[in-house]
């Protein structure tokens, strides 16, 4: 892989207003299909340096360990932004001791996903849908036919609320809460689709505008 400068700026490479290298790849290793498999992700814009991040970066982060990742050693351009979107996905997908049940968050960021042809989001929620699940054929049948692929009832309902939302213009109608509701869902759980759903219809967007995936090297 090797990289091409089009554009350099002049201020700090890590700061806000600093313009960042737009970066080439000269290699075509970008998987074209869904996937379960672990997948890489690289940034078409020049990440910060870890080792220039100013304290205020650092608390964007929220977890320090994500400066390892350049996807979001490119977002802490914006340290600010970034932490708040740090803490809703935490509080969307890690707050699951009430309502809707972690496989199902995870199910419904992975059927967003596909809607949204991301597909290194959908291989990240995939894996975990499957993980939490232990229903790693549904999953892969979600990816493999799309959200209308057959699935059982509650699934059917999760799914089909997240394609919906993630619809441009969204097409979530009083029918989708109505399925949802049949299937079991408390208001609680509902409102969780609603939000898993809605934050990986704005993170796909983000990320594919910013960067591509990358399939994993081979042994």
């Known amino acids: 892989m090797t990289d091409t400068a089009i554009t350099t700026g002049t201020a700090h490479p890590s700061a806000p207003d600093a313009a960042a290298r737009v970066l080439r790849y000269d290699t075509d290793d970008v998987p074209r299909a869904f996937t379960q498999d672990e997948l890489g992700w690289r940034p078409w814009l020049e990440p910060a340096d870890e080792d220039?991040?100013?304290?205020?970066?650092?608390?964007?982060?929220?977890?320090?360990?994500?400066?390892?990742?350049?996807?979001?050693?490119?977002?802490?351009?914006?340290?600010?932004?970034?932490?708040?979107?740090?803490?809703?996905?935490k509080d969307v997908f890690y707050n699951a001791g009430d309502g809707l049940p972690r496989a199902e968050r995870e199910l419904a960021a992975a059927a967003t996903s596909r809607v949204n042809g991301c597909i290194f989001c959908a291989s990240v929620h995939a894996?975990?849908?499957?993980?939490?699940?232990?229903?790693?054929?549904?999953?892969?049948?979600?990816?493999?036919?799309g959200v209308g692929g057959e699935q059982d009832a509650r699934w059917r309902a999760v799914i089909d609320a997240a394609a919906a939302l993630a619809a441009t213009p969204p097409?979530?109608?009083?029918?989708?809460l109505a399925a949802l509701t049949a299937a079991g869902f408390d208001e609680q759980a509902v409102a969780d689709v609603i939000h898993s759903s809605a934050f990986f219809?704005?993170?796909?967007?983000?990320?594919?505008?910013?960067?591509?995936?990358?399939?994993?090297a081979a042994d």
């Not at 304290?55 to 708040?84: C, M, N, T």
């Not at 790693?136 to 049948?141: E, I, S, Y």
């Not at 097409?171 to 989708?176: D, E, K, M, T, Y």
């Open 52 to 89: 220039a991040l100013t304290e205020e970066q650092w608390e964007g982060l929220v977890d320090r360990s994500r400066a390892k990742s350049d996807y979001f050693r490119l977002l802490v351009r914006d340290p600010a932004i970034l932490r708040a979107r740090t803490l809703t996905d």
């Open 127 to 145: 894996r975990f849908a499957s993980h939490r699940s232990k229903r790693p054929d549904d999953v892969q049948r979600l990816l493999d036919t």
């Open 171 to 176: 097409r979530l109608n009083a029918g989708h």
């Open 201 to 216: 219809n704005w993170a796909n967007r983000l990320m594919l505008s910013l960067g591509e995936p990358v399939a994993p």
